[in-house]
């Protein structure tokens, strides 16, 4: 076995990102390891590792997998990659990997997860980011690197040591390929990839569409759009500085669905396996926000009623 250096880091969530992450720290000596929920699937993948392919390469990796999270102890940096619905169960066993030194970093589409954090890590302690990175599960274990793009990280509250700790993550997942920015405030941040993933997740969920197909009908674009302004408006309210104009997160949204063309987003990956989807963390996060500050947002709404319908029923064609 390899010298892995000393830095202990820990995946939550063997999904199509957690996986991506771990082999690709894993091929930078990081010392790393991913935690499952289910002991039967954790044995498989640390046995059988992560096999990742991407336009340039394909590789397998062997971090350590495993359902204990006593068998961890306190680390570096624990990294959630658990979908927004799976935070609450998720936390509930990361208690033995979070020390008084440790990080631990949200990198999880959609909104609010700070909260869910705090209960197992104090307010400095805790990191959120995005990243641009693109994954698929082809199978357990198994991904496809669907495309590249910045990730960025900030702090929930001002802490100089844990500055210290973020930038040194981000030196990791710079050297590991993963172009990386430790910024201030990392709220505009989460507010853009926010505004994309309402544009986006539960269109392309509800109609079927890979994210370069929804602005290709004038139908879907509408409500692209229309979901978006939406978003957009409920930022001014709340104050968040997102450097954007209407027209210009409009563009913003344009372009993912250009430079993702043939993904299919994560939302529309969760249909298709019938798994839950992060509805209540993206559309229905804005819609609840809506109605707190009295922004309107009933496209937002429709939205995620009929996914949260469609879930419910197991996402068949209803024939009543
Ligand atoms: O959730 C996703 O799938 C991704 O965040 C994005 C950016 C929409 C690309 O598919």
Redesign the pocket.
């Given at each position: 076995m390899q010298d892995r250096n000393q830095f202990k880091l820990t995946i939550i969530g063997p999904g199509a990102m957690g996986c991506l992450l771990a082999a690709t720290l894993y091929k930078q000596d990081c010392h790393v390891s991913i935690l499952d929920y289910k002991p039967d699937r954790a044995k498989r993948l640390k046995k059988a590792g992560i096999q990742v392919v991407s336009l340039k390469e394909a590789w397998t990796a062997f971090p350590n997998v495993t359902a204990e999270p006593e068998s961890l102890g306190p680390q570096d940096w624990v990294i959630v990659f658990v979908k927004a619905a799976q935070t609450a169960d998720a936390i509930k066993r990361i208690g033995p990997l979070v020390g008084p030194g440790t990080l631990v970093v949200s990198l999880q589409?959609g909104i609010g997860h700070e909260s869910a954090l705090s209960k197992i890590a104090k307010p400095e302690q805790i990191a959120l980011g995005i990243t641009?990175q693109?994954s698929t599960l082809l199978n357990e274990g198994h991904v496809r690197h669907a495309g590249s793009g910045p990730t960025t990280l900030g702090l929930v509250i001002h802490n100089p040591e844990a500055k210290d700790r973020l930038i040194s993550l981000a030196t990791l997942l710079n050297n590991a390929g993963w172009p990386s920015q430790v910024v201030e405030d990392i709220y505009p941040y989460i507010w853009r990839k926010l505004i994309?993933?309402v544009g986006?997740?539960a269109l392309t969920a509800l109609c079927g569409l890979t994210?370069g197909k929804l602005p290709q009908y004038s139908e879907t674009l509408r409500l692209q759009k229309m979901a978006v302004a939406e978003a957009w408006t409920l930022s001014l309210k709340k104050g968040i500085t997102l450097d954007l104009s209407l027209e210009e997160a409009h563009d913003m949204v344009n372009s993912?669905c250009k430079a993702?063309a043939k993904?299919r987003?994560?939302?529309l990956q969760d249909r298709i396996k019938n798994r839950p989807t992060e509805i209540d963390y993206i559309n229905g996060a804005i819609t609840e926000m809506g109605r707190e500050l009295g922004v309107a947002t009933p496209v937002n709404e429709v939205l995620t009623l009929l996914v949260r319908l469609n879930s419910r029923l197991g996402w068949k064609d209803p024939i009543i």
């Open positions: 589409n641009s693109g994309v993933n986006i997740n994210n993912v993702t993904n987003s994560s939302m």
